[in-house]
């Protein structure tokens, strides 16, 4: 099992961004997708997730509004973007199916 993630951003804020997970050595719609951030010298963020099987998608309150989450069962490939970013939003980025996880992606939203 592989997840492999799309490579550094950097936004200014008030952009948005688009992060990718694309996964292999499984069948994509087996396992939930959930993405997790960790900011710089905080503890791990829970998201939401998303099933591939059937599209079902759960936010976490916190970022209800401004996070989507999409995915591309032709090519195993999930998605998370956020909008409105603001410095706080400033991460490493992790897709993961609890069994594997994706290399992070920093994500850092500066002016």
């Known amino acids: 099992v592989q997840l492999v993630q799309s490579g550094a951003e950097l936004r200014n804020p008030g952009a948005s961004v688009k992060v990718s997970c694309k996964a292999s050595?499984?069948?994509?719609?087996?396992?939930?997708i959930d993405w997790v951030r960790q900011a710089p010298g905080q503890g791990l963020e829970w998201m939401g997730r998303?099933?591939?099987?059937?599209?079902?998608?759960k936010y976490a309150q916190k970022f209800q509004g401004r996070v989507t989450f999409t995915q591309d069962a032709t090519t195993s490939t999930a998605y998370v973007e956020l909008s409105s970013l603001r410095s706080e939003d400033t991460a490493v980025y992790y897709c993961?199916?609890?069994?594997?996880w994706g290399q992070g992606t920093q994500v850092t939203v500066s002016s």
């Open positions: 050595g499984y069948t994509f719609t087996s396992y939930y």
């Open positions: 998303i099933s591939p099987e059937d599209n079902d998608r």
């Open positions: 993961t199916t609890g069994r594997a």
